[in-house]
């Protein structure tokens, strides 16, 4: 369906009060700018900003709100005869090829994280995103298994491949931080990926594997 006038709008001026603010972050941290101060520079009231963003820490994360379900969606999409692990690993090994953003493979990226570093709040607000992954990709696993409810391998997986992501970004932020190029942190995320593959025990790499036929 196509996007109406109104939804264009609250959406132009959403992106226009997160870019604002996050480039307020960047410059002076987070602790220190206000949500009046970017209510100010967008030229909206404080209840609009509030309107748009519940949390002044949804300002900075709003564009992780996708990550969450990006394990679970990996699953989903398994190709016939994949296993979700094997689905999880091929779908970061494309993105660490690609050096794609989604992964924080992109100039700018340092600065950010270090924004985060800076921020109690910040922090506790990635721990929480971090268990949405969690319970994302463990909902998907007993929907796309049938598991009965006291059945403890989805959780089991789920952690797994949870892990594997978080790991993998850990990594790469660890080389962003440290003024690395995002090509050379690809190369280093995709030999760490294999690495992890090899710890992984058969009943995770094979566990939820879409019939063949």
Avoid: C
């Avoid at 519940?54 to 709100?65: G, I, Q, S, V, Y």
């Avoid at 296993?83 to 993105?95: D, G, I, P, Q, T």
């Avoid at 942190?185 to 992984?200: F, T």
């Amino acid at each position: 369906m196509a996007e109406g006038l109104r939804e264009r709008k609250k959406r132009q001026v959403r992106q226009h009060i997160s870019d604002l603010a996050t480039g307020l972050f960047l410059e002076r941290g987070f602790v220190t700018v206000t949500v009046a101060e970017i209510a100010e520079l967008a030229d909206v009231s404080v209840n609009t900003v509030y309107n748009y963003f519940p949390a002044k820490e949804d300002l900075f994360l709003d564009r992780m709100t996708g990550v969450t379900q990006r394990v679970a969606r990996f699953v989903r999409g398994r190709d016939k005869g994949e296993s979700a692990a094997e689905a999880v690993l091929r779908e970061l090994r494309s993105l660490a090829v690609s050096v794609s953003p989604e992964l924080g493979l992109m100039d700018g990226f340092a600065d950010f994280m270090r924004v985060i570093e800076e921020a109690p709040t910040l922090q506790a607000r990635l721990a929480r995103l971090q268990g949405e992954v969690l319970d994302a990709v463990v909902t998907t696993l007993r929907e796309e298994t049938g598991a009965p409810a006291d059945d403890p391998l989805p959780d089991l997986v789920g952690g797994q491949l949870a892990w594997i992501e978080g790991a993998l970004v850990g990594h790469i932020s660890q080389g962003m931080l440290a003024g690395r190029k995002a090509v050379e942190v690809s190369r280093d995320a995709l030999v760490l990926l294999d690495e992890i593959e090899e710890l992984l025990g058969e009943k995770v790499l094979n566990y939820a594997r879409r019939a063949a036929g």
